[in-house]
T-cell receptor
Framework: GQQVMQIPQYQHVQEGEDFTTYCNSSTTLSNIQWYKQRPGGHPVFLIQLVKSGEVKKQKRLTFQFGEAKKNSSLHITATQTTDVGTYFC???????????FGEGTQLTVNP | DTEVTQTPKHLVMGMTNKKSLKCEQHMGHRAMYWYKQKAKKPPELMFV???????INESVPSRFSPECPNSSLLNLHLHALQPEDSALYLC?????????????FGEGSWLTVV
């Protein structure tokens, strides 16, 4: 079955440092979505990528979808304490198939 | 603020109890989901309803029984649960289908089975 690997599992940074989490799928994806879950909270949708090589930005967050549509990354520039949480990628193998979540990257930001 | 509302937020139940989790969305979404999430793990899909019909059951034990009374409501009936069923139960909805559409999660119901 489809597997989505996400690394690193944990990342501790000083406020102001950059952060990147990577997602790799064993199969070609139809699309990939990113979610953020604050401690004690619920997953909140951040973005969806559909096109090969797509790059989208949301303020300090940059999302990329690989050319082969098998990998993706989320990069945060100059982290802030508000960025703390677990970031999940979730991929769909084909249109209409279930989403497979990565294991998540837990980000801690030291002020 | 989430537009998917779940009640109760916290629930403690004994192994012989019967309880229900409730979920409501008013976004006109036609797909609704139940996920289970353990600490430090990603959400695990349990059930999917599309157009009020159960379309996916991820081999969930029968002590969990979903119900979709209408397009806005989703329930999860719980009976004879085990302590290992303690988790965060997330309801979610999306516009149509399982992928290619944003999944909106509710705030979840924290369930403890004693």
């Amino acid at each position: 079955g489809q597997q989505v690997m996400q690394i690193p599992q944990y990342q501790h940074v000083q406020e102001g440092e950059d952060f990147t989490t990577y997602c790799n799928s064993s199969t070609t994806l139809s699309n990939i979505q990113w979610y953020k879950q604050r401690p004690g909270g619920h997953p909140v949708f951040l973005i969806q990528l559909v096109k090969s090589g797509e790059v989208k930005k949301q303020k300090r967050l940059t999302f990329q979808f690989g050319e082969a549509k098998k990998n993706s990354s989320l990069h945060i520039t100059a982290t802030q304490t508000t960025d703390v949480g677990t970031y999940f990628c979730a991929g769909a193998q084909t249109s209409g198939s279930r989403l497979t979540f990565g294991e998540g990257t837990q980000l801690t930001v030291n002020p | 603020d989430t537009e998917v509302t779940q009640t109760p937020k916290h629930l403690v139940m004994g192994m012989t109890n019967k309880k229900s989790l409730k979920c409501e969305q008013h976004m006109g979404h036609r797909a609704m989901y139940w996920y289970k999430q353990k600490a430090k793990k990603p959400p695990e899909l349990m059930f999917v309803y599309s157009y009020e019909k159960l379309s996916i059951n991820e081999s969930v034990p029968s002590r969990f029984s979903p119900e979709c009374p209408n397009s806005s409501l989703l329930n999860l009936h719980l009976h004879a649960l085990q302590p290992e069923d303690s988790a965060l139960y997330l309801c979610a909805s999306s516009q149509l289908g399982l992928s290619g559409n944003t999944i909106y999660f509710g705030e979840g119901s924290w369930l403890t089975v004693v």
